[in-house]
Antibody
Framework: QLQLVQSGAEVRKPGASVKVSCKVSGPMFSPFDINWVRQATGQGLDWMGWLNPNSDNTAYARKFQGRVTLTWDSSTSTAYLELFSLTSEDTAVYYC?????????????WGQGTLVTVSS | DIQMTQSPSSLSASVGDRVTITCRASQGISSHLAWYQQKPGRVPKLLIYRASTLQSGVPSRFSGSGYGTEFTLTISSLQPEDVATYYCQKYNRSPRTFGQGTKVEIE
């Protein structure tokens, strides 16, 4: 099964951007999507978007469009989420999770999460 | 976009009770529904996919049912280790929306 390891916690000032990584290891014989989900403290799970490393196709949640970019580095099997124009509302734990890239897109496994704190 | 609505938002039950959580989709999603369990401070964990298929390693007291717009997650006999927040999710098309969550506590 795939394993996902995310980068460490980040602190940013309002207006800045942040880039979170998600390194994928394990058998990558089949296509898969990398999904990104965030969770503010005490809140629910908020799907942000997905990227398919094979096709480079992406899809973003409407609320994040124009403010988030998902990319893939095939040389290191690492996915990246970059979020721009940060505000305090972006303070959250950010998770990556894989899905099969076809119809069966339930999320499993998940990365361990990356806390992003936005504070002046 | 299809909205996912869970009920109740929280519940408290006794050890051994049967617990049912409902998830409604604003439009039909066939059986493209998953359930996740998230314990405090932990990463979400897949419990059920395709509305009713139990993920490997998940205790058999968990079950899922439903099709189209109405789905349920049932815990047949609530255990102390089941204290968590449970989320449904539609995954057939983007957006892959989650329900708002149901917090389960022990009385």
């Amino acid at each position: 099964q795939l394993q996902l390891v995310q980068s460490g916690a980040e602190v940013r000032k309002p207006g800045a951007s942040v880039k979170v990584s998600c390194k994928v290891s394990g058998p990558m014989f089949s296509p898969f999507d990398i999904n990104w989900v965030r969770q503010a403290t005490g809140q629910g799970l908020d799907w942000m978007g997905w990227l398919n490393p094979n096709s480079d196709n992406t899809a973003y949640a409407r609320k994040f469009q124009g403010r988030v970019t998902l990319t893939w580095d095939s040389s290191t099997s690492t996915a990246y989420l970059e979020l721009f124009s940060l505000t305090s509302e972006d303070t959250a734990v950010y998770y990556c999770a894989t899905s099969d890239g076809y119809d069966d897109n339930w999320f499993d496994p998940w990365g361990q999460g990356t806390l992003v704190t936005v504070s002046s | 976009d299809i909205q996912m609505t869970q009920s109740p938002s929280s519940l408290s039950a006794s050890v051994g009770d049967r617990v049912t959580i409902t998830c409604r989709a604003s439009q039909g999603i066939s059986s493209h529904l998953a359930w996740y369990q998230q314990k405090p401070g932990r990463v979400p964990k897949l419990l059920i996919y395709r509305a009713s298929t139990l993920q490997s390693g998940v205790p058999s007291r968990f079950s899922g049912s439903g099709y189209g717009t109405e789905f349920t997650l049932t815990i047949s006999s609530l255990q102390p280790e089941d204290v968590a927040t449970y989320y449904c999710q539609k995954y057939n098309r983007s957006p892959r929306t989650f329900g708002q969550g149901t917090k389960v506590e022990i009385e």
